[in-house]
Every structure is written in structure tokens, then in C-alpha cells.
């Protein structure tokens, strides 16, 4: 897995629900270049969230989407100020989401072994608090980086 570059990361987000982060998430893979269509995104996040929630522990979602519509594999993470119902795992809001863009015509086990880390890294108790705790972009993308 590669680093995680900071112009990935938003933080101080305001977003209501699951839905406003779907749609967030699809737009803002179209402006940092890893897809051609939000719309397409988004419907691929909902058909992933479809199978089984993306909400894990603590307060951390880590949706994903593959499609032929997202043109290179990437992580855009989102740090929310406002907790969302996400029916995840232990039934607590989530505020922390870590989303994966997967081309359609990816055939590798990457993305798996991507998904595989950062589930790990979740597991970690340190790695939660200073993610939790971060306030910026650079720390989020430091805390990362350090485990990875």
C-alpha cells in the first residue's frame, strides 16, 4: 500500500447523514482525479453498502467502490465533526470514514490487501486515538504513514 497523501484528507467536514458522505465522497473522487462520474461512485458505494455495512469499531467506516467509472485506484479520508448513524458493527456512529476506489478492470487482490491493512491498523488502539485525535490533514496523513 502506498503512503497516504495529505490532499486526500478532509477534515472538519460537516456532513448529516450516510448519504451526504456517499455523494461528498463520489464528487470529491471526480475532483481529485479518480473517477469520471459521481454519480456512478456513489451508486457503486450503496451497492458495496448493500452486501454488508462498511461501518467497523469506534467511530471508523471504511466504505469502498469499484467501478468503470473510477479511472485509479485511491483513499480519500474523511474526518466528519458530526457523528452518523452508519449500522456499524458495534452500533456506534461513525465520524471517521476511509474510503477505497477500485477500478472495475482491476483484477489484482490489492484493494483486499489495502482493506486487509488499514482493518489492522484499526485494531490498534494507538493507531485509533491519534486518528481520533488529529486535527489536521497532515496528522492524519503522519499517523498513517507511521504504521503503514
Known amino acids: 500500500m502506498d503512503k497516504i497523501d495529505k490532499n486526500m484528507i478532509l477534515v472538519g467536514q460537516e456532513l448529516q447523514e450516510q448519504k ?20 456512478a461512485v456513489t451508486q457503486a458505494l450503496w451497492a458495496r453498502e448493500s452486501e454488508s455495512t462498511t461501518g467497523m469499531l469506534d467511530g471508523f467506516a471504511i466504505p469502498h467502490a469499484k467501478s468503470d467509472r473510477i479511472i485509479q485506484t485511491g483513499i480519500i479520508i474523511v474526518k466528519n465533526n458530526i457523528p452518523i448513524e452508519w449500522k456499524a458493527m458495534d452500533g456506534q456512529p461513525i465520524n471517521f470514514i476511509i474510503a477505497l476506489f477500485i477500478p472495475k478492470d482491476n483484477q489484482g487482490e490489492e484493494h483486499l490487501k489495502t482493506l486487509a491493512t488499514i482493518s489492522r491498523l484499526l485494531m490498534k488502539k494507538t493507531v485509533k486515538s491519534a486518528l481520533q485525535h488529529a486535527t489536521t490533514a497532515e496528522e492524519i496523513a503522519e499517523t498513517f504513514n507511521q504504521y503503514l
Not at 451526504?20 to 459521481?38: N, R
Open 20 to 39: 451526504d458522505v456517499f455523494e461528498f465522497l463520489g464528487k470529491e473522487a471526480v475532483i481529485k482525479g479518480l473517477a469520471s462520474d459521481e454519480v
